[in-house]
């Protein structure tokens, strides 16, 4: 699976205006919701919020990913959002995270699922692919880095 198949170009945030955890996660499902409008924005909050309590998605080295399972849709949807300033997201490295992946997927996914989450995975584990998301200047710049990846692997 491809990320560029899942990826919700319309919700991508260049630089998110929010500072929280909680803020950052309700700026990204509004974005998904806007481009899905099958989604509610609310409903998705909300799982991500239970996801986080279970442990935080901020897997370390300025990344998170935060995911979640929703009723109802029919297939992965992701989004991505970048703060410059970087975001208290609960690292296990006690770090600010400066990239969000955001993973949606229907509650029946399995496999799929856990597939998604070890692309996106080893994608963020390359830090030349930190640095040129960090580096784009533009919408474009960043899809282009993320589809460039996407053809790699």
């Known amino acids: 699976m491809k990320l560029m198949e899942i990826l919700e170009a319309d919700a991508v945030i260049l630089d998110l205006g929010a500072q929280g955890k909680r803020d950052v996660l ?3 499902a509004a ?3 806007k481009a899905q409008p099958r989604i509610d ?4 909050l909300e799982v991500l919020l239970e996801r986080e309590k279970l442990q935080s998605t901020g897997i370390g ?5 935060p995911h979640g399972k929703l009723v109802g849709l029919d297939r992965l949807v992701a989004s991505f959002a970048r ?4 975001v208290d997201f609960e690292s296990i490295d ?11 997927v229907p509650e029946h996914s399995g496999g799929k699922y856990l597939k998604a989450l070890a692309r996106i995975s080893r994608f963020f584990r390359d830090p030349l692919f930190r ?3 960090s580096a784009s200047a533009t919408l474009d710049d960043l899809i282009g880095t993320i589809r460039d990846a996407d053809e790699k692997f």
Request: hydrophobic fraction near 45%; avoid cysteine; charge should be negative.
């Open 26 to 28: 309700a700026e990204m």
């Open 31 to 33: 974005g998904v919701a």
């Open 41 to 44: 924005a609310e409903q998705l």
């Open 61 to 65: 080295d300025g990344v998170a990913i």
């Open 83 to 86: 703060s410059s300033e970087g």
């Open 94 to 104: 006690g770090q600010p995270t400066h990239h969000i992946f955001l993973l949606v």
């Open 131 to 133: 640095e040129k998301l």
